[in-house]
């Protein structure tokens, strides 16, 4: 009787700590995923703004546009080409933090988010546009909020 109770423990120990085991290994694939995508999408920063990236992203009061664009900087229906390198021009952009801003147009052609201008509706020198890049810099497509939004539910 005891032995027999003794190896139902015994089995049910084995059986917890497996599922103990299964859950660390899904726990550690999810963090070695997040960290494969945070190196690949800095690699695709070019080689001198990929520091200044890096730590931009790290700073916790930093801007919050730029963190949601470098969580989705491609619409959700864009295939990003193999090799795809940011364009310096938006990195330099996105690094001066101009104006508040938010990632609301995308690249008809590629799927590149680009930002739009923030402005107070009160702002008593309204600019003529909040569109800070017309054209892809990566691709030369016009953007868009149609190409931003398309494949959102
Ligand atoms: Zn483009």
């Known amino acids: ?4 109770a003794l190896g139902r423990r015994v089995a049910d120990l084995a059986r917890r700590q497996a599922e103990a085991a ?18 690949a999408f800095l690699m695709r920063v070019p080689d001198d703004l990929r520091m200044a990236v890096g730590i931009a992203l790290c700073d916790p009061n930093g801007d919050d546009a ?3 664009w470098a969580a989705q900087p491609f619409a959700r229906w864009a295939t990003v080409p193999a090799g795809f390198q940011f364009p310096r021009a938006l990195v330099e952009w996105l690094l001066s933090r101009p104006h508040s801003w938010f990632p609301g ?31 892809c810099p990566a691709c030369g ?4 909020h149609t190409a931003a939004a398309r494949g959102l539910a």
Request: some cysteine; hydrophobic content about 40%.
């Open 105 to 135: 147009h995308a690249c008809e052609r590629c799927g590149l988010k680009v930002p739009l201008l923030i402005f107070d509706s009160t702002d008593p020198t309204p600019r003529p546009s909040i569109v800070v890049f017309p054209m």
């Open 22 to 39: 299964e859950r660390h290994a899904a726990v550690n694939a999810a963090v070695d995923a997040g960290h494969a995508e945070r190196v």
């Open 66 to 68: 730029l963190h949601s």
């Open 1 to 4: 009787m005891i032995t027999r």
């Open 141 to 144: 497509g016009a953007t868009s």
